[in-house]
């Protein structure tokens, strides 16, 4: 099985920084797909930014110049640096990645538990 841990998450004020982490661990052959999603309550989750295996990142226009994500292939592990945090960014946020399991080589999705962000004006 895959299990996806996040971290980082907090309370901050406005114009202050996060880093979010998502370790997944298990049986995996490979990671094809990384993203981190946020939700606000009577909100559907929203993506804020992604990774594809070996490709480039893709961003929500809301996070563009302020959020950065990464991924450490040796961890498998996902970074999400976030800069100059506004009061809007204050949700839930969710790490779902693609994962190839090394035994069936079958890919499927998980996502993390979610970690909480509060940005203060």
């Known amino acids: 099985q895959v299990q996806l841990v996040e971290s980082g998450g907090g309370l901050v004020q406005a114009g202050g920084s996060l880093r979010l982490s998502c370790a997944a661990s298990?049986?995996?052959?490979?990671?094809?797909?990384m993203g981190w999603y946020r939700q606000v309550p009577g909100k559907s989750r929203e993506l804020v930014a992604s990774i594809i295996n070996r490709g480039s990142a893709n961003y929500a226009d809301s996070v563009k110049g302020r959020f950065t994500i990464s991924g450490d292939n040796a961890k498998n592990t996902v970074y999400l640096q976030m800069n100059n945090l506004k009061p809007e960014d204050t949700a839930v946020y969710y790490c779902?990645?693609?994962?190839?399991?090394?035994?069936?080589?079958?890919?499927?999705?998980?996502w993390g538990q979610g970690t909480q962000v509060t940005v203060s004006s």
């Open positions: 298990g049986s995996i052959f490979s990671i094809e797909f």
């Open positions: 779902r990645s693609e994962i190839r399991n090394w035994n069936t080589g079958v890919i499927r999705f998980y």
